[in-house]
């Protein structure tokens, strides 16, 4: 069978999106609401990434037969690299901070021992192109998200400030019908409002 093409994607721009436990998951490629907040510039050559972790046990029988393996314990991770230092941000690594942002790259405050029971919705957003022509892919956690792993932050003289942030996405209770637990909802297509 050929390949297609159209399933390969390189994008050009990027954004993570946090929201409130409520905050309303958009439909396919509407405008995501005020409900939402952006992370910022992003670190392109880091991308995201995503790692699925599974406990597995092989089972032998005498004489070393391998007779089965279980599998359980599933847990979904996806990481990104921040390149600034803002409001979002610092609600996601240190959560519940005293640190007041004036908009213009200015901040003061206290920080504190960050909450690390901290819940949220996360999107990570793709797209390339404009207009018409624009293509996004979104990836929406429908349960909550939480920090797993607070990352080095860099400063130096060379390169740009960052901060490397790993969170793992929850899923929903298990449907009664159909037995299953979602993780995300996922949309690949055309901005609605070619925004």
Same mark, same amino acid.
């Given at each position: 069978m050929a390949g297609?093409?159209?399933?390969?994607?390189?994008?050009a721009y990027a954004d993570v999106l946090i929201g409130g436990l409520d905050a309303e998951i958009p439909s396919?490629?509407?405008?995501? +609401?005020? #409900?939402?907040?952006?992370? !910022?510039l992003l670190n392109g050559d880091d991308g995201f990434s995503e790692t699925m972790d599974v406990d597995s046990s092989d089972h032998f029988a005498w004489g070393g037969i391998l007779v089965a393996?279980?599998?359980?314990?599933?847990?979904?991770?996806?990481?990104?690299?921040?390149?600034?230092?803002?409001?979002?941000?610092y609600d996601?690594?240190?959560? +519940?901070? #005293?640190v007041s942002f004036a !908009?213009?790259?200015?901040?003061s405050g206290d920080v504190h021992v960050p909450d690390l029971q901290a819940r949220f919705k996360i999107a990570f957003v793709?797209?390339?192109?404009?207009?018409?022509?624009?293509?996004?892919k979104r990836v929406i956690s429908k349960n909550y998200a939480q920090v797993e792993e607070r990352g080095d932050a860099q400063e130096s003289e060379t390169e740009i400030s960052s901060r490397?942030?790993?969170v793992a996405i929850y899923p929903t209770e298990e449907d009664p019908d159909t037995g299953k637990s979602t993780l995300f909802s996922v949309y690949k297509?055309?901005?609605?409002?070619g925004s």
């Open positions: 297609n093409p159209n399933n390969a994607s390189v994008w396919d490629g509407d405008d995501f +609401g005020p #409900d939402w907040d952006y992370v !910022g393996t279980t599998r359980s314990n599933f847990k979904l991770t996806r990481s990104f690299t921040a390149f600034e230092d803002n409001e979002t941000v996601l690594v240190y959560a +519940g901070h #005293d !908009g213009d790259g200015t901040y793709t797209r390339s192109g404009t207009g018409a022509d624009a293509q996004v490397a942030i790993t297509g055309p901005l609605t409002n």
